[in-house]
């Protein structure tokens, strides 16, 4: 503690103009600055944190915040910021806010900052706004005026002091990784000004000359530079040691070739649909991700009134109403379809949607016993006993007000951007608990097949080249029961939901003399338990994959294990999902397309999250899956807005053709090989390495020429490069333990 005091101390002195926002020992916050907290205990001048040191002491409820509000903004005029924190590994998370226009910074946890916080000792920690923990990026210009610490849903105790902005913040210079790519190059990150005249290399003991090539530094995460060297000869299985200076090396084993071959003659189409998400948050997003399709879904969309732009997250939010946001679907499917993707619009297919924007079903007035109340709102609970049992819930007109095809009707009439796809409501084959106040009983298979028939009908007459896609129905289980359960397969000729439920719409759209259904829609969510995210987690979420194409990958959950007698799928223990689907389609419903509204990697901030989201893009398109879009936003600087960057980004696009593989030295638990063309001549591959060793491959066919390469991943984690190399003919290509590369011949 001393000795940190010391250093802010020397610190201060030698740049002259730091800010304090919190001076220890003073008791209170230093001059200008006032006390914006909620829901705390906060005590300013607190002596029971560790050593005995005045600092503040928060004790914050589920998502409160200890919030410092500067009268004169800071704006963008600190390099970054220090704190000194103690207390057990506190669930809090740091974010910059104005209070002028309501902007926010990202929130980074304290987690990606320091996993060493400790009730033992105070530790200090130093936020560079030029290279955010976490994602690398850059604090963004704004009238910034607020500081954050807020705690995630289980509130956070700790201590904080010595809360100090800083005009400037030294970079160490550091080569943080060497790593061998594709045939002969070494690509170097490394942070401040590094002397690169002393990287040497040796392969199998041998020197090898190194000739610096290109250095990049992401515009939007400058602080890491990558460059690249070419080597005098190509890399080869054996030992390779790079020496980047004096006290830095990096080593590794090359492993023995594996080969495969493409076939450029054998390609498939793949969907440009494919690569989608769930509300992207501007152009520029949908330009550098290269989203092709925005989808306006989720829980809270089944509740979207249009008319008021009110809307309700029923279970996922204490079945309150409130502002939808983004509020206006219209203007939404406007400005997408203006940045170059297509627009999903959900379309609410229940009998009710939000009356007002401040209503809630469940009133502590009106049900004093309820298991929880919303931290932000105690007199909103959350419609159940402390036993688990839904409370009778109130008359829909509290909260809603009616709605019906005709108001669907009138909505979709009077829009001025008309959406390319239209889905039927949001898994409402759940609405018996995520609507539990609108539609408490379980929905059936009769029910749920006749409000999409009405919809699909009412769609089809006001916008006749609209697309419907339905039943974006959750997961796995309701693929083949609905939440009557059994009886209700019985009661159907013992056929599960799906394959029936096509069968239905091809009978309802031949009476109507035209097609209702034009995508087959589901969701679809890992369901092996990665939560632990260890080493074996990480393992086992990036080899089930598997469960999207393969038919030999029993699945590594309870569906692997267990089959009701009552289901009468194939092979049911493996997933094989995409080609199963197309094969009920095949059957049931010819012509129908395959859409995945939601689906997650299960780790949106973890490398390996990154890792699954390419393999799985890559999936997609050599499966033929017409329509995509992850679940929800992913973070563009993240490691799954960096999988869609790399197949999309800025303007750099992945085949529309699938090239076929063939991998002699097969092993999709770890590795994935994708390829594509677009005129039949050049090709694009995307190597996806899931192991935690660099893999060396020989894949014949690849023609020798100058290559765009991206990658991202790796030993200096997440982060993103790109340059041009040379290929030779037949040379092999090494990929980096946890990367993923993209290379596309010019
Ligand atoms: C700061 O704000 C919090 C939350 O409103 C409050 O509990 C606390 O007493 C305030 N502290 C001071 C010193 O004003
Ligand atoms: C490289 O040198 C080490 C130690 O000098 C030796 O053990 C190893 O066998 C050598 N490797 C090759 C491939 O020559
Ligand atoms: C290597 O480490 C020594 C001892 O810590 C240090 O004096 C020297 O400056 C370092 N060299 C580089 C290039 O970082
Ligand atoms: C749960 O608690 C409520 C209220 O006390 C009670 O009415 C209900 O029967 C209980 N349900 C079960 C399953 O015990
Ligand atoms: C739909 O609801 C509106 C408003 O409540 C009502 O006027 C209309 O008759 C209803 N239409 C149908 C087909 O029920
Ligand atoms: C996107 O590409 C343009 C044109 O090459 C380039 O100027 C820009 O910096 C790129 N943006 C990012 C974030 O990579």
Avoid at 322 to 332: F, L, N, T
Avoid at 335 to 359: E, F, H, N, Q, R
Avoid at 597 to 614: K, P
Avoid at 681 to 710: C, E, M
Wanted: charged share 15%; proline share 6%; glycine share 8%.
């Amino acid at each position: 503690m001393i000795l940190s005091s010391l250093v802010v101390l020397v610190f201060g002195l030698l740049v002259g103009a730091d800010q304090d926002v919190y001076i220890a020992g003073s008791g209170a916050l230093a001059s200008g600055w006032e006390n914006w907290s909620w829901s705390s205990t906060i005590d300013f001048a607190s002596t029971s944190g560790p050593g005995g040191v005045e600092a503040i002491s928060i004790t914050s409820d589920a998502y409160a915040a200890l919030s410092l509000y500067d009268e004169t903004p800071f704006a963008n005029n600190f390099a970054g910021l220090r704190f000194d924190i103690s207390g057990a590994q506190p669930d809090v998370s740091l974010y910059l806010s104005s209070s002028a226009d309501s902007d926010s910074s990202p929130s980074i946890p304290l987690a990606s900052m320091s996993t060493a916080v400790t009730t033992d000792s105070f530790i200090t920690i130093t936020v560079d706004f030029g290279n955010l923990p976490g994602s690398g990026g850059v604090l963004a210009s704004d009238s910034w005026d607020r500081l954050n610490f807020q705690a995630g849903g289980n509130g956070a105790t700790y201590y904080i002091t010595n809360i100090e902005l800083l005009t400037e913040i030294v970079v160490t210079p550091k080569f943080l990784s060497a790593e061998p790519l594709a045939a002969n190059v070494i690509a170097v990150t490394s942070q401040g000004a590094v002397d690169f005249s002393q990287v040497t290399a040796t392969l199998n003991n041998a020197t090898v000359s190194l000739t610096k090539t290109a250095t990049y530094s992401p515009p939007d995460t400058p602080a890491q530079t990558i460059t690249y060297f070419t080597l005098s000869k190509s890399l080869a299985p054996g030992s390779l040691v790079i020496s980047a200076d004096a006290n830095t090396t990096f080593s590794y084993t090359i492993p023995a070739l594996k080969y495969g071959t493409i076939n450029i003659a054998n390609t498939k189409a793949i969907s440009d649909d494919i690569y989608g998400v769930n509300f992207p948050t501007d152009a520029n997003y949908i330009e550098l991700l290269g989203v092709t399709m925005s989808r306006w879904g989720g829980n809270a969309v089944t509740a979207y009134n249009p008319f008021g732009q009110f809307t309700n997250a029923g279970n996922d939010w204490y079945f309150e109403n409130r502002v939808a946001s983004p509020p206006d679907a219209d203007a939404w499917s406007g400005w997408v379809k203006g940045a170059g993707s297509k627009s999903m619009v959900t379309i609410p297919a229940l009998d009710w949607v939000s009356k007002d924007a401040t209503s809630y079903s469940y009133p502590r007035t009106v049900y004093p016993t309820q298991a929880a109340y919303d931290p932000y709102n105690s007199d909103a609970g959350n419609g159940q006993f402390p036993n688990g049992s839904w409370v009778a819930p109130p008359p829909q007109t509290n909260v809603y007000s009616p709605w019906n095809t005709s108001l669907a009707a009138q909505w979709l009439t009077g829009l001025t951007n008309k959406p390319d796809i239209v889905t039927v409501d949001n898994e409402i084959e759940i609405a018996g608990s995520t609507h539990q106040d609108m539609h408490p009983e379980p929905m059936g298979y009769d029910e749920e097949l006749q409000r999409v028939v009405n919809t699909a009908t009412m769609a089809k007459s006001v916008l006749p080249n609209v697309q419907v896609a339905a039943p974006s129905t959750c997961a796995w289980w309701f693929y083949w029961t609905s939440s009557i359960g059994y009886t209700d397969n019985a009661a159907h000729n013992n056929q599960d939901f799906l394959p029936w439920f096509l069968s239905q719409m091809q009978a309802a759209s031949t009476k109507a003399g035209k097609r209702l259904l034009d995508y087959l829609d589901i969701h679809y969510y890992y369901a092996p338990d990665t939560s632990a995210n260890d080493a074996a987690a990480k393992a086992l979420r990036l080899r089930m994959t598997r469960s999207l194409w393969d038919p030999d990958y029993t699945d590594e959950s309870w569906i692997g294990t267990s089959v009701p007698a009552q289901w009468s799928e194939p092979n049911p223990n493996a997933v094989w999902l995409i080609p199963r689907m197309q094969q009920l389609i095949a059957q049931h419903y010819p012509g129908t397309k395959l859409s995945i509204s939601e689906w997650s990697s299960t780790a949106d901030t973890d490398i390996t999250g990154g890792l699954v989201t390419v393999d799985q893009l890559g999936i997609y398109g050599r499966e033929g899956v017409d329509s995509a879009t992850y679940w929800v936003t992913p973070d563009e600087k993240g490691p799954v807005g960096l999988a869609f960057w790399l197949f999309r980004g800025n303007g750099t696009t992945f085949g529309s053709k699938s090239v076929q593989v063939n991998m002699a030295d097969r092993d999709e638990d770890v590795l994935g090989v994708y390829a594509s063309t677009s005129d039949g001549k050049k090709v694009t591959l995307v190597l996806v390495n899931k192991d935690v060793n660099p893999v060396n491959l020989a894949i014949s066919n690849i023609p020798a020429g100058t290559y765009f390469v991206r990658h991202f991943g790796g030993a200096a984690g997440v982060a993103k490069w790109q340059t041009t190399i040379k290929i030779a003919a037949n040379s092999n290509l090494v990929v980096p333990a946890y990367t993923a590369v993209f290379l596309q011949e010019q």
